[in-house]
Structures are given as structure tokens and as C-alpha cells.
């Protein structure tokens, strides 16, 4: 008999720690998670899913706008918070629903409370321990406020899927992608906006002509207004239950809501690591081998909570190759170039390899190409937000290696030109590749003409 209850023993059911669990008791592993929270992660309940049904709920008033220019006659129209906030909770619900029917299905035990590790092979959920071959934590990541005079008064994106009230005038505070898109959301569904951010520019590490398109697009929707270089110093809460924000230039700002968007860090508190020898990092993620093992042999970590890339399918594709390593032998070959991403900003942003600043790094000297027009669609809504598209060139191996785009569906184009990018194309093969007639995409095979050519020199 053995001396363990578990092969392996699961702290955290979100994406990658699901994965996991699925495929190692898939490949006969005698295998629990544990999930003090809710099923599904990040992603499923605060992240990803309720995000994205938030950015399309915010798109119908442009649409209904866009309408006329097509003849449709749109009448008399109104958003209704509670409608989109429980439909969106219910669906979110389900989904919670089909997390636990597929564990069950796979023979995975679901113990639902918090997991504390108490030795390298011991875990403790409420108050009962489980010997462990191994242990994987997965817990994710949680959202950073800073510390501030009134920094109580913020709520950050775990509390805006469940708002009571939806704000009429609200602050957004970040310059990453959460912030982005949410400015974008509240805006709109119809509130007065503002995006404060303390750099230059949002989205640092995406390519510079990429933001600097993103904030002349956004910069002219209505309602929306950012503020860069821009910080709150203080805030009050009124008898009449708004806040006042006091800004570092001086400003003061009266508003229904403020969220900060202002990161994410490794979720390790109260998981019981001072217990075990499982080194940090500076930011508090979990340190780990190219193999997913942490400085205690039977201890592994995959996903956010090891910030690499915060990003669901890394965590899923980290989760399933520790699985197959740990119980069928396989190798793991985790490679993170080439990884597509979007941003579901208003317009979105599609991208895919290197941005222009890091090719001129790596490459030395490269060809880039780009196109700025604006959508079919709008030549009749009479919309001006205009899509622009970039490819970037190595230009001593024609490899395309990097490809951005801003516009309508950018994430769903770019998907398909990653696996492009993962193959190895070279701009002669996008050349020799027929579009598809009439659709925006159709422009990433149609550029010829090199907008510039940049040496690192």
C-alpha cells in the first residue's frame, strides 16, 4: 500500500491547475485539487470570460449608431446594469458547473477549502492533512493596490463584475491591459471615463507605433478622457457615498467609482511556503526549473503564480506538459516565443512575435511595413476610427517576426498569422499568399511597399 493518499495534490483550480489534474488522472495518477474560492480561476470568474462579455455588452452603442448609415431606424434605447451584471453571473455559474462535472469525470477529488502546505509531501484542508508524492501550486494571481491615504475606498477587478450600481462618472487607474480595457468598457456602457495613468504611455512592452495608434483611437471616443503622467495622491469618501480624488497635479476630482488596475502579483499568502524550502522571487512568484520544480523537489508551480506569462492558454500548455512529464515520461518543451496575444482594448489589439523596438535588438536590421485605413464597414456607419496593421521584417532572412494590428477583431486575425509566424514565414510567403476579398485581412498579404528600414546601429 502506499504511503501516499495522492500522486499528486493540486493547490488552486483555475486554468493551469485543472489542466493538470485532468491529465495526470488521465495517465492514472491518483490525483485531488483543492479550491477555496471558485472553480475555474481567474479567467473564468473575474479575468477572461467576464471580461470579454463586458467588451461586447460595451460595443452595442456604437453598433446601434453604426445601424443608421446600413437603414435600420433604431429607436429609443437604454442600458440596464443589473440585465448584463446577472446574465453575465449566471453564465459564469455554469461555467463554474461544467469545471466541477469535468474533474469529477476525469477522477479528480474536489476538496473545496483552503490548502495549506504544512511539509514537502503534506497538505492540510480544513484541518485534515494528506501525504503527498508531489504538489503542485497553482493559485494564480491577485490585483495590487498600492497603499495611499483613501486607497480603501478602490475597488479593483475582482469587485467590478458585481457592482450594485453602475457608476456615472468613473476613474481607471493602470496602464496595462486590464486597465485598457476596462476604461474602454465603462465608456462604453455609458459612463464618463477617465484613464489615469503615471507614464508617458500605456502598454509598456508593446510595440511603441502600437500604443501610440491605441491612444489617438481612444483618445477620440466620446466620454472617455486620458490622462497620462497623471496619478491619485488622496482620496476622500463624501457623505453622499462619491470620493473625492486629489491628483498630483493638483486636480481635484469628484466620481461615482475608482478602480485600480494597476497589476497583478503571485497569490502565495497563507499557503503555507515558509513551511517548505520554495524560494521567491522579488515580486513574490514561485521560482521554478525548466521543468516546473521549485527548489523543493516535490513541490511544482505552474501559471501566473510563477510569472512567466500571464496569459490562460501558457498556463493551460504549462499544465498539461508537467502532467505529461511527471506521469508518461514526456519532455517538456514549454516555448514561449511567438505567443499571441490581444488586448481587448476599443479597437482591439491583435499581436504576435517581436515588437519593432525588440526585432532592431535581436535582428540588428529590419523592414517594416504598415497600412492605416479605415474599415469598410465605416465608409457607411460614417465612423472615423481608422485600423491600422504592421508587419515586422528580418532583413537578412525575409522572416517575418513580428505582426501587430489595431482594429475590429484584431485577436481573432492574429491568431492565424501566429501559426504562420510559428512556422517560420518570410514576408516573400505573405506576398505569395492570395487575401481573401473584401476583408480587412486580406491587407497583411497585400503590404509592399516599406513604410521604413531600421538598423540598430
Known amino acids: 500500500m502506499s504511503e501516499f493518499d495522492f500522486d499528486l495534490f493540486v493547490i488552486g483550480a483555475g486554468s493551469g491547475g485543472v489542466r493538470a489534474s485532468r491529465i495526470a ?7 485531488a485539487i483543492a479550491e477555496d474560492r471558485y472553480l475555474g480561476g ?4 473575474v ?22 448609415g446600413y437603414g435600420w431606424n433604431v429607436g429609443e434605447r437604454s442600458f440596464d446594469w443589473p440585465t448584463l451584471r446577472d446574465n453575465k453571473t449566471n453564465e459564469i455559474e455554469r461555467l463554474n458547473g461544467i469545471y466541477r462535472n469535468m474533474l469529477k469525470g476525469a477522477g479528480v477529488e474536489l476538496l473545496e477549502g ?25 493559485t494564480g ?27 456615472g462618472q468613473a476613474l ?31 502598454l509598456r512592452g508593446f510595440d511603441q507605433e502600437v500604443r501610440e495608434v491605441l491612444r489617438e483611437e481612444m483618445g477620440a471616443k466620446e466620454n472617455l478622457q486620458l490622462c497620462f503622467n497623471t496619478e491619485i495622491v488622496s482620496i476622500e ?21 475608482i478602480l485600480y488596475a494597476t497589476g497583478r502579483v503571485p497569490h502565495t499568502h497563507d499557503l503555507g511556503l515558509e513551511n517548505v524550502k520554495v524560494d521567491l522571487g522579488s515580486k513574490g512568484a514561485i521560482k521554478v526549473d525548466d521543468h516546473f520544480q521549485t527548489s523543493e523537489p516535490s513541490i511544482y508551480a505552474v501559471g501566473d503564480v510563477i510569472d512567466r506569462m500571464q496569459l490562460t492558454p501558457v498556463a493551460l500548455a504549462e499544465g498539461m506538459a508537467l502532467a505529461r512529464h511527471l506521469f508518461d515520461g514526456q519532455p517538456i518543451n514549454m516555448d514561449y516565443e511567438n505567443i499571441a496575444t490581444a488586448v481587448f482594448s476599443q479597437p482591439n489589439i491583435g499581436t504576435v512575435g517581436l515588437s519593432e523596438e525588440q526585432a532592431i535588438e535581436r535582428c540588428g536590421k529590419v523592414r517594416v511595413y504598415t497600412s492605416r485605413f479605415r474599415h469598410m464597414k465605416h465608409t457607411l456607419s460614417g465612423r472615423q476610427e481608422k485600423t491600422f496593421m504592421k508587419l515586422v521584417v ?30 517560420g514565414a518570410t514576408k516573400a510567403m505573405f506576398d505569395a499568399t492570395i487575401g481573401i476579398h473584401p476583408t480587412a485581412a486580406e491587407e497583411f498579404v497585400t503590404m509592399r511597399e516599406v513604410a521604413r528600414t531600421v538598423s540598430k546601429d
Open 114 to 138: 483552503r490548502a495549506r502546505i504544512k511539509g514537502a509531501n503534506t497538505v492540510e484542508v480544513d484541518g485534515r492533512q494528506y501525504r503527498c508524492e508531489r504538489i503542485l501550486i497553482a
Open 42 to 45: 481567474t479567467c473564468v470568474n
Open 394 to 423: 528580418d532583413d537578412a532572412s525575409d522572416r517575418v517576426v513580428g505582426c501587430h494590428m489595431v482594429g475590429a477583431d484584431a485577436g481573432e486575425i492574429l491568431q492565424g498569422i501566429g501559426i504562420a509566424l510559428k512556422a
Open 47 to 68: 479575468g477572461c470570460v467576464p471580461k470579454k462579455l463586458f467588451v461586447y455588452g460595451s460595443h452595442f452603442a456604437e453598433d446601434f449608431e453604426d445601424a443608421r
Open 141 to 167: 494571481g491577485w490585483p495590487f493596490v498600492p497603499e495611499f491615504p483613501g486607497s480603501e475606498h478602490v475597488i479593483s477587478s475582482n469587485e467590478i463584475f458585481y457592482l450594485d450600481e453602475f457608476p
Open 172 to 202: 481607471v487607474v493602470g496602464g496595462g491591459y486590464i486597465a485598457v480595457e476596462f476604461a474602454g468598457i465603462l465608456a462604453g456602457l455609458g459612463a464618463d471615463t477617465r484613464l489615469l495613468y503615471r507614464g508617458e504611455l500605456f
Open 237 to 257: 469618501k463624501r457623505d453622499d457615498g462619491r470620493f473625492i480624488a486629489q491628483l498630483n497635479n493638483g486636480e481635484s476630482v469628484i466620481t461615482d467609482m
Open 25 to 31: 488522472a488521465g495517465l492514472g495518477a491518483r490525483v
